[in-house]
């Protein structure tokens, strides 16, 4: 379902529980979205993910991500301390799986920011988080974006632009698409799906 400002649309999801999952390619203005959303509705929670990825500059460990070694991520996998965990562009990412738990059963919001093999396991360990998918307004768009933002290097950037054209293929699996052309429209679609 492609969102419009349409308030049945919206009431059709403000009942399906708290749990939800953001998925969109890398690029696409994910993490800016989340950051506006939260700063504006400080009530959300937002769930830190731990992987093995090397911090880019300005993002601190506890903060942006919690970075670890790969023989710690994998002792997490063994240990069940991943409420779901995918590998991405050559590293891992997961989600700790007890701030979350305790945080739903607080009665928060929990949002999740995770790529498509992740969102596909919260959808079958949590059938009734509220799975939104963000799309760039066109692939060249989100190539231009990938480049401009010159935190990574050109092949994990063509890394991650083979994987961007695999996920949003899978947009339409998604409860809500919603297109990151202007921000402040996408920012009041969100909004719009996700409080009550
Ligand atoms: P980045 O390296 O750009 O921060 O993130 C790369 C991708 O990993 C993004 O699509 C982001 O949404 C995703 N990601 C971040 N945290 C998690 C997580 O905990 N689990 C999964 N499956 N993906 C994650």
Not at 53 to 73: A, I, L, Q
């Amino acid at each position: 379902m492609q969102v419009s400002n349409s308030t049945s649309q919206a009431n059709e999801h403000k009942f399906r529980g708290k749990l939800i999952v953001l998925t969109g390619p890398s690029g696409v203005g994910k993490g800016t979205l989340v950051q506006i959303l939260l700063q504006r509705h400080p009530e959300i929670y937002l769930s830190i993910s731990a992987t093995t990825r090397s911090p880019r500059p300005g993002e601190t460990s506890g903060e942006h991500y919690y970075f670890v070694s790969r023989t710690d991520f994998e002792k997490m996998i063994s240990d069940h301390y991943l409420l779901e965990w995918a590998e991405f562009a050559g590293n891992y990412y997961g989600t700790p799986r007890l701030p979350v738990e305790q945080q739903i059963a607080e009665g928060k919001t929990v949002l999740l920011e995770v790529e498509l093999d992740g969102a596909n396991q919260i959808y079958t360990s949590c059938p009734d988080a509220l799975r939104i998918f963000i799309l760039p307004p066109s692939f060249s768009a989100l190539e231009q974006r990938l480049r401009d933002r010159a935190t990574d290097s050109s092949s994990a950037i063509s890394s991650r632009l083979k994987r961007a054209q695999i996920e949003i293929a899978s947009a339409g699996d998604f409860d809500v698409q919603i297109t990151n052309d202007d921000l402040e429209t996408a920012l009041h679609q969100l909004e719009s799906v996700i409080l009550p």
